[in-house]
Nanobody
Framework: QVQLVESGGGLVQAGDSLRLSCAAS????????MGWFRQAPGKEREFVVG???????YYADSVKGRFTISRDNTKNTVYLQMNSLTPEDTAVYYC???????????????????WGQGTQVTVSS
């Protein structure tokens, strides 16, 4: 069983930055595909960013150029650096892990086997 614990959310103003972290348990973290998803009130969960085991990154169009995903396999942690935040970025952000073997796209929430509890990001205008 893999446990994911997100941290770093909070209340910020438009234009500010935040860095989310997701710490994972498990001895094979370096093999996982990791993703960040978000869910705003009244909306479906949506893909934000993803990173493969070998560092290939994937971004939703809405965050390209503003968000950056990275991973530190020595710390079993994935990071989401969010810059130039807007009120439209307000959501609960979830970290997700795919232990491997799925044929689904990185952007699909159904690819992922494990999910964190989520961290709230609120951006005021």
């Amino acid at each position: 069983q893999v446990q994911l614990v997100e941290s770093g959310g909070g209340l910020v103003q438009a234009g500010d930055s935040l860095r989310l972290s997701c710490a994972a348990s498990g001895r094979t973290f370096s093999n996982y595909v990791m993703g960040w998803f978000r869910q705003a009130p009244g909306k479906e969960r949506e893909f934000v960013v993803g990173i493969s085991w070998n560092g290939i990154t994937y971004y939703a169009d809405s965050v390209k150029g503003r968000f950056t995903i990275s991973r530190d396999n020595t710390k079993n942690t994935v990071y989401l650096q969010m810059n130039s935040l807007t009120p439209e970025d307000t959501a609960v952000y979830y970290c997700a892990a795919d232990r491997g073997g799925s044929s689904r796209s990185v952007q699909s929430q159904y690819r992922y086997d494990y999910w964190g509890q989520g961290t709230q990001v609120t951006v005021s205008s």
